[in-house]
C-alpha cells in the first residue's frame, strides 16, 4: 500500500497526480505500435511519402499565397486547407489499407510499396505545379524522377489528369 501511495501521491483534491513522463512514454509506445500495425514498421519509403506529403501541402500555401496577391487566384482559405489536409490523411489510409492487404496476401510490402510509390509520384507532380504557379524553374532531373516513380507505380497521365480535376 505504502508503494503505491509513492508512485502516485496523492493531490489535494483527492486524485492522483499522472507524471507527464509517463504519458509520454504510453503515447510513443501506443504510436509506435499502431505504424507497426498499420504500416509493418517505418522504411525509407514512408519516410519519402511523409516529407514529399509536407512539401507539397506547405507548396502549396505559398502558391495559393502568391495568387491571391496577384489576384490570379483564390489566396489562402481555411476551407481549401482543410480539404487538402484531409485528402493527406487519405493517402495515408491508403498505404496502411494496401499493407493489411499485404499481411493477407502474403509478407511482403508489395502493394505498400506500389500505392506508396503512386502517391510518391502524385505529391512530385503536385509540388511541380506549385512550383509552377509559384514560377520557380523545374530541374530536368526531377522531372525524369517523377516518370521513374510512374513507372514504378503504374499511374498514367490520365491518372494524374483526372486527380488534378478533382483537387479543383
Known amino acids: ?10 493531490r489535494r483534491d483527492g486524485g492522483s497526480k499522472v507524471d507527464k513522463w509517463e504519458v509520454f512514454k504510453f503515447s510513443t ?22 516529407a514529399l506529403v509536407i512539401i507539397d501541402y506547405v507548396t502549396g500555401l505559398f502558391a495559393a ?6 489576384g490570379t487566384g483564390p489566396g489562402l482559405k481555411s476551407k481549401i486547407g482543410l480539404i487538402g489536409i484531409a485528402r493527406k490523411v487519405f493517402i495515408f ?12 496476401l502474403g509478407d511482403s510490402h508489395l ?9 510518391m509520384a502524385n505529391e512530385l507532380l503536385s509540388i511541380l505545379e506549385n512550383g509552377g504557379r509559384l514560377g520557380a524553374p523545374i530541374p530536368p532531373v526531377i522531372r525524369q ?3 521513374v516513380l510512374k513507372s514504378k507505380s503504374g499511374s498514367q497521365e490520365g491518372d494524374r489528369e483526372d486527380a488534378s480535376k478533382e483537387k479543383r
Do not use: C, N
Request: proline content about 2%; glycine content about 12%; overall charge negative.
Open 145 to 147: 524522377a517523377v516518370e
Open 93 to 104: 489510409a491508403m498505404v496502411a489499407v494496401s499493407h493489411l492487404i499485404d499481411g493477407v
Open 29 to 50: 509506445a501506443l504510436g509506435s505500435s499502431a505504424v507497426t500495425y498499420f504500416y509493418g514498421g517505418w522504411s525509407g519509403v514512408l519516410g519519402v511519402l511523409l
Open 65 to 70: 499565397g502568391a495568387e491571391g496577391k496577384k
Open 111 to 119: 502493394f505498400r510499396d506500389a500505392v506508396a510509390y503512386f502517391y
Open 1 to 10: 500500500m505504502m508503494i503505491a501511495q509513492e508512485k502516485f501521491p496523492e
